[in-house]
């Protein structure tokens, strides 16, 4: 009993001095709490919509009215003919769209069904179906009052809305979380994974070793990761064709594009594993540090599983900073979309200036010195 209260009383001890692992261990739970709280967020915010209008008269101008006074749905596009809307859908400037069919007024003003279509961004297939059903219910309060000022006659026939999902009409699960899981596994392939293990032969001493060497810091920092980029990139590759061969996700753009965007994430993501483990003193606080600069923004922050735009303003901003976010934007255009670079160019742009400064920040924070 004597012996386990002072091994206790020791490693109490340790933990005391080591004061960094102390406050990130009592902060841990803290920000894990924020984080979660804020992030969970199933509802949707701002809508996006487009509509398209080929003949517009009083009906089809009081129904956008009505979407336009929602506090749900903001007007981005009003076009003349739907061919338009490929675009927008295609380069994320819409979420949904209000489609009339040509003489949407006169059907209604006659008694006849007039029908209008709803088009939703189903790649998060959650979210398009919650948009769908807030248009249909701004749809259905419209209808009411027509009906209501008419003078309740139950026998004309009224709108005819129509339903469609783009990107995922199934709107299958598996096409919002496979593209995800490629982020995901390269995170703990290459931060995870590369930060733990540098600090380890930090601790060990086998670190020294490389005093004596000619190498440069930024030859040091590229020999430690290559491995991690060989092994990332086949996690990679094997995720690809398990989505293709196993869960039947589409891949309706360039594999070739979508292979040169992982070998971008992979560098932002290994030169964090890097940075982490030279900033860290032990491996416990290099494991805490990538879980917390890593996996847990890439779980909560890049989109993979909640929809950022459903988040509070402040964390909005903080998804910018999270390289996955950028990566999943990407995957999915790809996978779901079709999208090439034309549409992808700006997340291309900034997962690039990511692992140029990040791989310059590491290569010059890496010193192994001699304790």
Excluded: C
Aim: charged share 15%.
């Amino acid at each position: 009993m004597r012996a386990l209260r002072a091994l206790v009383w020791k490693e109490s001890l340790h933990v005391l001095r080591d004061r960094r692992t102390l406050g990130v261990l009592l902060l841990l739970p803290v920000f894990q709490v924020l984080i979660f709280g804020y992030a969970i967020r199933t509802d949707v915010g701002t809508v996006r919509l487009a509509v398209v209008d080929p003949a517009p008269d009083a009906a089809t101008r009081a129904l956008a009215a009505r979407f336009a006074g929602s506090p749900t749905f903001t007007p981005v596009a009003t076009l003349p003919v739907p061919d338009g809307l490929d675009r927008l859908f295609r380069r994320g400037a819409a979420d949904a769209a209000l489609v009339f069919a040509p003489g949407f007024g006169e059907r209604l003003g006659r008694g006849e069904p007039a029908d209008l279509l709803v088009v939703t961004d189903a790649t998060e297939p959650n979210t398009g179906a919650t948009v769908a059903s807030y248009a249909l219910a701004v749809v259905q309060g419209f209808e009411r009052e027509r009906a209501a000022a008419a003078g309740g006659g139950g026998g004309a026939a009224g709108l005819v809305p129509r339903v469609r999902l783009r990107f995922n009409p199934t709107a299958e699960s598996k096409n919002l979380f496979v593209p995800g899981l490629v982020a995901f596994v390269l995170t703990i392939v290459s931060s995870l994974m590369t930060a733990i293990t540098l600090a380890r032969e930090k601790e060990v001493g086998t670190m020294e070793t490389l005093l004596v060497s000619p190498l440069r810091p930024g030859q040091i920092v590229a020999g430690k990761v290559a491995p991690y980029l060989l092994i990332g990139f086949a996690g990679a590759v094997g995720v690809i064709a398990l989505a293709q061969l196993v869960f039947d996700v589409p891949l309706r753009g360039s594999l070739v594009l979508l292979l040169g965007e992982v070998l971008l994430f992979l560098l932002v993501s290994l030169a964090l594993g890097v940075l982490i483990s030279a900033r860290a003193k032990s491996q416990r606080v290099a494991m805490t540090g990538a879980l917390l600069g890593t996996m847990l923004p890439t779980l909560m922050l890049s989109g993979f599983i909640f929809p950022v735009e459903s988040m509070p303003r402040p964390l909005q901003w903080l998804s910018h900073a999270v390289p996955a976010k950028w990566f999943i934007a990407v995957a999915r255009g790809v996978l779901l979309k079709g999208v090439g670079l034309d549409h992808l160019w700006q997340e291309t742009l900034v997962l690039a200036a990511m692992a140029l400064a990040l791989l310059a920040l590491a290569a010059r924070s890496f010193r192994p010195r001699l304790e």
